[in-house]
């Protein structure tokens, strides 16, 4: 490769090692190892409160690890408050409505996009989200509140991707959503994984994760009780079963 061409450019790779983490007494993490490479997509799956929404949690700072290391490209990063975890390339979508509901889908878009200073060739701005989402662009000056389920949905998801993330962890997200929006949910995702977003996913709607990812983890009560490829598991009785999963 010529100078001029420059060095290519590692992908990026977030490891969660043998985090522990507790709520009070509760020893809720025990345990999780994973790890999520840009490009992508890896389904974090489990029951009720097998402990994926946790591990989100104490992956961006938002709760304490006991013990064990969250390691973004060689460098630990456990416990960093979540804008620097967003300045560093990681964007967290939350599960539930957590849109700022009195402002306007305008001004919750103008909030991210001023959050975070990185560039990068394919930048994400206003237009580029309103052409993902154009739904959006009609609903510029209404408060975000008065969103349907699958409308906050998308303003979260925008709100995310203006902050030109590398690494993007979804918590849920097709949570109440209509078949029809979980469908678009999937287009959505395969079209960031093809442009080389890292996807880290937590879904109770395993069919949908299995069919989006390319690895998946299990997780049982705080522990990873088997990692594999996703069109493994889609192909195991015994998986499906335990997931709760009924193949047609």
Same mark, same amino acid.
């Given at each position: ?11 990026? @790779?977030?490891?969660?090692? *043998? ?20 490009? %992508? ?8 409160? /097998? ?34 975890? +967003? ?87 097709? @949570? ?7 469908? *678009? ?8 994984? *093809? ?10 709607? /395993? ?5 989006? /990812?390319?690895? +998946?983890?299990?997780? @049982? ?8 490829? /996703? ?5 195991? %009785? @015994? ?10």
């Amino acid at each position: 490769m010529s100078s001029r061409e420059g060095k290519v450019r590692r992908p990026r @790779e977030l490891l969660i090692r *043998d985090i522990h983490a507790y709520y009070g007494l509760s020893h809720v993490l025990q345990g999780v190892s994973l790890a999520i490479r840009e490009g %992508e997509t890896v389904a974090i799956l489990g029951r009720n409160g /097998a402990g994926k929404t946790t591990t989100m949690r104490a992956v961006m700072g938002l709760m304490p690890v006991r013990s064990g290391d969250v390691v973004l490209d060689g460098r630990v990063v456990t416990g960093r408050p979540p804008y620097e975890l +967003c300045r560093a390339g990681i964007a967290f979508v939350p599960s539930g409505r957590r849109v700022f509901g009195s402002l306007s889908v305008a001004q919750n878009l103008e909030l991210a996009s001023r959050s975070v200073k990185r560039r990068t060739a394919s930048a994400w701005d206003r237009e580029r989200v309103e052409a993902l989402f154009p739904a959006l662009a009609g609903l510029r000056n209404r408060p975000a509140g008065f969103l349907s389920g699958g409308e906050q949905q998308m303003l979260k998801l925008a709100r995310a991707l203006l902050t030109n993330p590398d690494i993007l962890l979804l918590d849920e997200p097709t @949570e109440g959503l209509a078949p029809t929006v979980v469908q *678009d949910m999937g287009r959505w995702l395969r079209g960031l994984r *093809d442009e080389g977003l890292g996807i880290l996913l937590a879904e109770q709607n /395993a069919v949908f994760a299995l069919h989006l /990812a390319q690895r +998946c983890y299990v997780l @049982e009560k705080g522990l990873i009780r088997a990692e594999q490829p /996703a069109g493994e598991l889609l192909k195991s %009785e @015994e998986g499906l079963r335990y997931l709760g999963v009924a193949r047609r």
